[in-house]
């Protein structure tokens, strides 16, 4: 299969990662009737799908500028009730992915992306997450320094917050994919 | 005779789900199941990885999986859905995509086979467990519960292979047998809000009160689930799921090893309720001797 | 000397595109023995067949080559020509460039090459051809029709009319099918018992049709003009003769529960039962897996109170045989069920219902009588969401085809219901609307506009009960995306027309071909669609997919004047591509040793045996002798004879050999 080049639609860059084809979707709407975060979304998911059908420039960028592919939290909800079978969360993934590349990440989701990036720093310097540095790292990247504060004596009292990370014997090795990661893709 | 499983407790279990690593492990003893840790695992990476990283989705979970392989194990329990989801999403298409699997062995320098059953919590109970339950159940489970399996225990359907994509039975089954009586609920596996807890917890409130809402109008006297996603999102988050559904609800959250540690008799120590945060005020009752059941021979016509 | 004329057509670009015909003309006009070769734009056409007529004259032929598509469609057509011409038509035949050539490969060398390989085998058997002449069979001028729905029906009037027999054979105890279920019909709301009724009794009572109700086909053998049809009556318990029809039997039957078959579960019957009152014909039948009596052995209920004594416990099924000139299948279709809705319920939701349940509640003649009441408990319902497309163009979970009839149904539902409760709000969940029959948008219009239906345009993602209500989450995609629930007291799912039960056993007993969803397959999707690929086989009606009435009674009336062309004739002509024993001069007579191997594996019963004997009648050897009227020409008995002493006319050993060589040494 030949590359697409960095102008083809964002639909024909999908296809080539994922094998996701917008083309087959009918905008029958039942993923966005059964999306749990459809109300949260500007653009739910079956609208994101005909976006990428227009293959516009235009539509490309508000779909990778779209608060909805950060709140989608891959339930998977709408690719078992839709009748083509696509493969929605894997297109959501897709999305993100790419609007972090291009650096078009909706504003009003950073804190979203401030968790999971967090959380990804949290396993590469231990191999495993810590819950405690990782809502500490995550509140300052947020600056909600207080939110959740009430529910931090209650899980230490309860035993929930182990105050020490668990460290794993070949932390190297992990880190290592973290590297790998940057200049490998598939 | 003595069991033995592999097991991946994965990170919540070591910490805000504590409790439920405690309880699968109280479970475990009762039954002598010996439960071998994988070899130095890590993060499976979660949601986060797969949001934002495709290579690290793939290569956390595989390197668990070539850990577990490398120990000679068979099966795994991971009691954690997000990570049975993701072990078993990686193994599936790591065992389909041959070119995909190279570019991860080469990144995670193994050899990965593939072959590991991955067996979550309900799977594990019915391997291991039901059908040993018998005498040593105590109390009975008098109450009427509402099941809840969440979205990443059942789906994609096709590849975890559930019983019903909808209306999934298995853990009504188990807790049928411990006594209780399950409701019939439409929200099963509808979706907690799951990782959105932190960052977005208002989301959480409503998806979560929902639930919560639904369960309890139907009657529900305790939800049970499998997952701690779920766990903590209708149990540490009930004052944002009361603020946005604005109605005090006090019913518990129980993990299904739990009830069954309950059931067993087990100490609130031994099955870590005394963690949770809506208290688990559940009196269960004594089991009653059962009357002794003659079985008649009936001639097949 | 052979003197072959070869003509190769470009069939417009289908073969030309990719196959160099030019060159395959001349390389072909070098073969020995060609005396002419072309190549032209529609070898088909007026023109065309010309080409070949005036070669065969001129040329004086022995042989004709036409290497263009499938003889399929047009080897009768250019035998026609050569007979015209004067060569006999068995000394034509067809090189397939098409579909095994230029259709399945890319424009090359190779691919003309190919093109070139298949026309020299061609070359090489119709060297070996020799003139042949059609055999002619009687036709046995009677039609079985399989199925009594409004297709059989139809079929079976049009057919008798004609002037010919009719066996119509019905599975069920009454025939009507489907159209006897349902209230009213689009696009003219007229009653759908009161036009179909007397077309029943017409059946029933026309001279030329014999009705076997309760009776399914149990074998066919034979073929066009000639078919053996083995019919099983299943017991009906009951004696047709001595019964009036007068009930006493079902009034008192102790047994009253059984879920009614026509009201769709939605009404109850009796173990001893007629399906509907107007059923035709009008006498029960005893279901056995219900009945008291063969459950317990006690009861007998009915043959007590019946005044004629017309019950027969110990009746067992019976068969009856008919020579059948023709087939005709009308077996119509079924709905899916709703339990094959997960995210509607799984069917465990009583008042989520299927199209045709909704019939039988709108019917006046119905479990309601006629008042839309909701299955649970009996109210009216004030909102009703009815959902289009349930398990239609759904390749996940359901068909991937469009059932063709629910949008319109779904639109005669909402208006009926609309009629009925005036105070009542339908709503229709859809994906498109198609509406494309004459008068069909009009009607859909008059639902919205007149009738106030409520369609939305979106799926619906789940259904479920909540106090006594059905909660539908669904959404409106023209409004991008904004989710819907609607709390309905009832939901209707129009669910997807599906092959009816047992299609794909009697396609495999008739040799029918069927698709992938067991819908019997046509013969041609435009050009012969009321044929099957088997001769003397036809069908009508939704058992070909799903179909309205109006197309129904129009495929049914084609199919009809299909058996009644083919009646027409006293004769059958048929190619004699046949099976022979051959013979040779005494004092040998034939190669054939007598081992009847080949009787023993002819599968239609061709071959007997033949005595050989000498001037005083003394036997000198039996060899085989194959039937003419009989052979289908399958070529089995060729296999098996060890001593090689049978043939297929026009696919002798010579010229299959000939054909294999000409490709292995070329
Ligand atoms: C809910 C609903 C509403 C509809 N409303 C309308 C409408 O308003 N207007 C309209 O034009 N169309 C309507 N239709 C379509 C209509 O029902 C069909 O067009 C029609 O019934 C097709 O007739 P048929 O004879 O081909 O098949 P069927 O009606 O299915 O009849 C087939 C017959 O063959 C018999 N049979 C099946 N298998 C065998 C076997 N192996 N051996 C012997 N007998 C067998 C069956 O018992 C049955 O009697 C509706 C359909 C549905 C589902
Ligand atoms: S459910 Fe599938 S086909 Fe329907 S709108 Fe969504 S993606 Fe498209
Ligand atoms: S996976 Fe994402 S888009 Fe799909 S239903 Fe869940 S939240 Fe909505
Ligand atoms: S014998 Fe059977 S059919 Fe007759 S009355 Fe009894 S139950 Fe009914
Ligand atoms: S006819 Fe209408 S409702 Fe039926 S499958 Fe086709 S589009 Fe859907």
Known sequence: MSAHSENSSLSAKLHQATEVKSAKCYQCGKCSAGCPLSTEMEYPPSVIMRMLQTEDLKNDRKILKSQTIWVCVSCEMCLSRCPMEIDIPKVMDFMRQKSIAEGLSNPKSKNIIRFHKAFLDSIKYTGRLHEISLVADYKMRSMHLTQDVMMVPKMLSRGKLPILPEIIKDKKKVSGFFKKSEHTNF | MQKKIGYYPGCSLEGSAREYNESVQTLAKAFDVTLEQVPDWNCCGATAAHNLNKVLSFALPARILANAEKAGMENILVPCAACYNRLSMVQHELGKNESLRNEVNAIIEADLKCNLKILNIIQFIQMFISDFVGDKQQLLFNKKVACYYGCLLVRPNDVLGFDRAEDPQMMDEVMKSLGADTIDWPFKTECCGAGLSVSRTDIVGNLSGRIVKEAADRGAEAIIVACPMCHSNLDMRRPAIEKAIGEKIDIPVIYISQAIDMALGKTQKETGINRHFVPVNIELKKKEAEPQVVIEKTEEK | ?666
């Open chain 3, 1 to 666: 000397m052979a003197r072959i004329g070869v003509f190769i057509c470009h069939c417009g670009e289908n073969i030309s595109a990719t196959v160099d015909c030019e060159k395959v003309a001349k390389v072909a006009s070098e073969f020995p023995g060609v005396a002419v070769s072309v190549d032209y734009k529609y070898m088909c056409s007026d023109p065309g067949q010309n080409l070949v007529k005036e070669a065969i004259i001129e040329h004086k032929l022995t042989g004709v080559v036409v290497s263009a598509c499938s003889p399929r469609m047009h080897e009768p057509t250019f035998r026609n020509a050569c007979a015209e011409a004067g060569l006999n038509p068995f000394l034509c035949e067809m090189a397939n460039i098409r579909e095994h050539c230029s259709w399945v490969h890319e424009k090359g060398d190779a691919t003309t090459q190919k093109a070139i390989d298949i026309v020299r085998t061609l070359v090489e058997k119709v060297k070996r051809n020799e003139a042949l002449a059609p055999i002619y069979v009687p036709i046995s001028k009677t039609a079985v029709v399989i199925g009594g729905g409004v297709a059989g029906i139809q079929a079976a009037l049009d057919i008798a009319d004609a002037g010919h027999k009719v066996v119509m054979v019905e599975r069920e105890p009454s025939i009507g099918g489907h159209m006897s279920q349902l209230s009213e019909t689009f696009p003219t709301l007229d009653c759908s018992q009161c036009i179909l009724t007397p077309r029943m009794v017409d059946v029933a009572r026309h001279p030329n049709i014999t009705l076997y109700t309760y009776a399914e086909i149990e074998s066919v053998d034979g073929s066009i003009g000639n078919f053996n049809v083995k019919i099983r009556l299943k017991s009906k318990s009951l004696d047709e003769k001595v019964c009036t029809g007068c009930g006493a039997c079902i009034q008192k039957c102790p047994v009253k529960k059984i879920p009614s078959e026509f009201e769709q579960g939605l009404g109850m019957r009796t173990a001893i039962y007629v399906p509907f009152p107007q059923a035709v014909p009008n006498k029960p039948v005893i279901d056995r897996k219900n009945c008291t009596y063969y459950i317990k052995g006690k009861c007998k209920v009915c043959e007590i109170v019946c005044p004629t004594k017309a019950i027969r416990f110990d009746q067992e099924d019976s068969f009856v045989e008919v020579q059948a000139g023709a087939l005709l299948l009308a077996t119509g279709f079924d709905v899916l069920k709703t339990s094959a809705f997960p995210e509607y319920g799984y069917g465990k939701y009583k008042d989520v219902i299927d199209g045709l349940q909704f019939e039988r509640l709108a019917s006046a003649s119905g479990p309601t009588k006629g008042e839309i009441r909701r299955p649970s408990d009996g109210q009216i319902p004030k909102k009703i969401v009815f959902i289009a497309c349930a398990g239609s163009r759904d390749p996940a979970k359901g068909r991937e085809y469009c059932s063709k009839i629910c949008c319109m149904y779904t639109a005669k539902h909402a208006m009926l219901y609309k009629h009925k409760v005036h105070e009542g709000t339908p709503y229709i969940f859809y994906m498109d609307i198609r509406a494309t029959g004459k008068m069909y948008e009009e009607f859909v219009r008059r639902a919205i506009e007149e009738d106030e239906v409520k369609y939305i345009r979106g799926r619906v993602s789940q259904v479920y009960e909540k106090n006594g209500k059905l909660i539908v989450r669904g959404v409106d995609t023209l409004l991008m995306g904004q989710p819907v629930e609607i709390e309905a007291d009832m939901v209707v799912l129009a669910t997807a027309g599906i092959a009816n039960q047992g299609s794909e056993e009697l396609a495999q007993k008739l040799h029918v071909s069927y698709d992938k969803h067991k819908f019997f397959s046509e013969a041609h999707p435009k050009l012969k669609p009321v044929e099957t690929n088997t001769a003397g086989i036809f069908l009508a009606g939704a058992c070909q997919s799903t179909k309205d009435i109006p197309e129904t009674v129009a495929a049914a009336s084609g199919a009809a004047a299909k058996v009644v062309g083919l009646f027409s004739n006293d004769m059958l002509k048929r190619d004699p591509l046949i099976a022979i024993v051959k013979k040779s001069p005494p004092p040998v007579y034939s190669s054939c040793t007598g081992c009847f191997m080949c009787i023993q594996v002819c599968p239609y019963q061709a071959i007997d045996k033949e005595e050989i004997k000498d001037r005083n009648g003394n036997i000198i050897k039996t060899i085989s002798h194959i039937n003419p009227g009989l052979c289908q020409g399958c070529g089995t008995c060729v296999a098996f004879c060890k001593s090689k002493s049978i043939d297929i006319l026009g696919y002798n050993h010579d010229q299959v050999y000939a054909e294999v060589s000409a490709l292995l040494n070329e």
